[in-house]
């Protein structure tokens, strides 16, 4: 079994945030003239963009994804696609934690939206995770039985990178080790730091060693690896299994957009590891299937 904890939900909404920043603003609507510029697919409608993951899926043999809401507020639309898929796909919402709304949207989106995920971005927000509403979400989280995704590290985004548009962040926001003293508090949520740390490995080894409740997730090409002259991608698998074991890793895969769809490329690159490594299948059934279920609940 397959499952993918780390896929973006590319939505008409998400397309039309991005198509409202341009200068000079694209002619017609956004969220078809932003993918076309791109030389992507125009998602539609929630529906029909989950009807497009679920085939993406079934093509590929993967049995779930966790797909992410990527810009605040979209937490609609992937909402929609859980709706329609609810035993398939899993949904995540990105979330400023310092934002106005942030006490009523985080509520809203893992109870009535039927999400399972909270997703921060301290870097680009700038907000420490020792502030209020970060403990907020972690609240809410544990009482709905959800996660928090943290991203840590090197962060940047591709799509507005394709379209001139500045991703501002403040790296020093994303220490792995800032996590510790939020998910020690709330032991009971499950906290995943994507990309092995994105840079910040030996951080985000340290802060998942401290803390049980803390994940790593593979996906992505991890290329923060160009800032560590010498480390290969399997000497990052095998010093995270040997630090943490197999049961705290999620396989993902960071797929996102369309007509590229489901990355099989990043899943062949991890399983060629796997080989080298002589991964057995007890642990490869926990990377690729069983964890997910643990961090997002199963079916």
Known sequence: MINDAHCHFFSS???ATLGSQLTPPVPGDPAVAVPERLGWQPPGDPASLADRWVGELDTHGVARAALMAS???DEVSVAAAVRRYPDR???MTMVNPTAPDSGTRVPQALGADGLRCVCLFPAMHDYALDHDGVDQVFAAAAEAGAAVFIH??????GVRRKLGLATRV??????PLAIVPIASRYPNV???????GAGFLREALMAADLCLNIYLDTSSSNGWLRYLPGLTL???????????????????????FFPRG?????????MAIFDDLGIDNAARTQILGSNFGRVFGDV
Not at 190 to 196: E, G, L, Q
Not at 262 to 270: I, L, S
């Open 190 to 196: 499950p906290v995943v730091i994507p990309h092995f």
């Open 152 to 157: 840590c590290g090197v962060l940047t985004v």
């Open 71 to 73: 810009v605040p507020g």
């Open 262 to 270: 489901w990355q099989q490329p990043v899943y062949d690159a991890q």
């Open 13 to 15: 909404r998400f397309f």
């Open 89 to 91: 796909l899993v949904g």
């Open 234 to 256: 399997a000497d990052v698998f095998r010093q995270t299994l040997e630090t943490l074991g197999p049961d705290r890793l999620l396989f993902g895969t960071d797929s996102s």
């Open 170 to 175: 403040d790296i020093r926001r994303g220490d």
